[in-house]
Every structure is written in structure tokens, then in C-alpha cells.
């Protein structure tokens, strides 16, 4: 059986493809990608922090609470990025919608204010 370090050393290569390929699609939202992206910062800092914790502490990372902690943040920074930008995304078509509704209300009211200004020279009700 392989060990736990060998197999998260191999879980990096799907999720490179998988960065890969959201990259080139060009269709995931901004924001959601470079969330996606500080996940790999958050590896790239957790790595240190274990072996930080295990040679100078003598514990594993998860009892050393301040560098546990630093290294986390990182972890919640990218799903609140990932979490914005969704969110983001989802709400960008409502939003279109909403501009252009106001816009064709606004038109239907400037013919509307000119119709009536037509009516107020030509003395129609």
C-alpha cells in the first residue's frame, strides 16, 4: 500500500490537469480560478509549515495551532475566492437582465414624455 505522502505527491497531477484545462476553457470565472490556483498556495505553504512543525517543534502540524492556523488560511482564502466568484458569476446574468429591463424602461419612458410633449403642441389630450 502506498503511502500517504506518495499519494498526496500523486493527487498534485489531477489537479494540475484539472487547472489546466479550467485555464484554457477560458469559461471558469476570474476570480474563481485564481481561487482555484491559491489552492496550490496553500500546499506550497503547508508543506514547510509540516516540516517546520515536526523538526523544530517536534509535533505535527495540526498541534502546532499558530503555524496550523497560518497555514489554513491560506485553505479559506482560496475557497472564499472560489466562493466570490461563483457567486459573482451566477449573479452577472440577473444583473444584464436587470440593465437591460431599466434601459427599455427608461427608452419606453423619454417616447413616452416625447409623445407627450407632441400632444401639448399639437393641444391633443
Known amino acids: ?40 498556495v496553500f500546499v506550497a505553504v503547508t508543506i514547510p509549515a509540516g516540516i517546520y512543525a515536526k523538526v523544530a517543534q517536534g509535533k505535527a502540524l495540526a498541534d502546532v495551532d499558530w503555524l496550523h492556523g497560518g497555514a489554513e488560511f491560506f485553505l479559506t482564502l482560496s475557497n472564499l475566492l472560489i466562493a466570490i466568484g461563483f457567486r459573482q458569476a451566477s449573479a452577472q446574468p440577473v444583473m444584464e437582465e436587470c440593465v437591460g429591463s431599466q434601459q427599455a424602461t427608461s427608452e419606453d419612458n423619454r417616447k413616452r414624455e416625447i409623445r407627450g410633449n407632441t400632444n401639448i403642441v399639437n393641444n391633443d389630450p
Open 1 to 40: 500500500m502506498m503511502s500517504k505522502d506518495t499519494l498526496f505527491a500523486l493527487s498534485l497531477f489531477p489537479y494540475l490537469g484539472f487547472l489546466w484545462f479550467i485555464t484554457r476553457s477560458g469559461r471558469m470565472p476570474r476570480l474563481a480560478l485564481i481561487g482555484f490556483y491559491m489552492t496550490l
